[in-house]
């Protein structure tokens, strides 16, 4: 079984930066994209942005291109999102989510594992 652990989250005004972290552990693959997604109150989840396996793939949604960026750790099953210029309509909960593949994606369905989220408030 694979677990993911999402950490960094917090409160941060407008214009401010956070940097959320996760890691993979039991049951990991060698090789596999990851991603972000979140989810605000009243909201479905959405995607953020997604990084392959080999990290030369890494689409964003529209809403947060130039702003946050997606990258792998050191380690294979570790994955970062810098997130800058933070606006209230951030807000969420952010949820990492790992593939059985090497390819990135931004659909939620061909996410096989996810972690339990880290919230994200931005205040105006």
């Known amino acids: 079984q694979v677990q993911l652990a999402e950490s960094g989250g917090g409160l941060v005004q407008a214009g401010g930066s956070l940097r959320l972290s996760c890691a993979a552990s039991?049951?990991?693959?060698?090789?596999?994209?990851m991603g972000w997604f979140r989810q605000a109150p009243g909201k479905e989840r959405e995607f953020v942005a997604a990084?392959?396996?080999?990290?030369?793939?890494?689409p964003y949604a529209d809403s947060v291109k130039g702003r946050f960026t997606i990258s792998r750790g050191s380690a294979r099953n570790m994955v970062s999102l810098q997130m800058d210029s933070l606006k209230p309509e951030d807000t969420a909960v952010y949820f990492c989510a790992m593939r059985t593949t090497i390819w990135a994606s931004s659909r939620e369905e061909d996410f096989t594992y996810w972690g339990q989220g880290t919230q994200v408030t931005v205040s105006s």
């Open positions: 990084i392959s396996s080999s990290a030369r793939s890494t």
């Open positions: 039991g049951r990991t693959f060698s090789d596999t994209a």
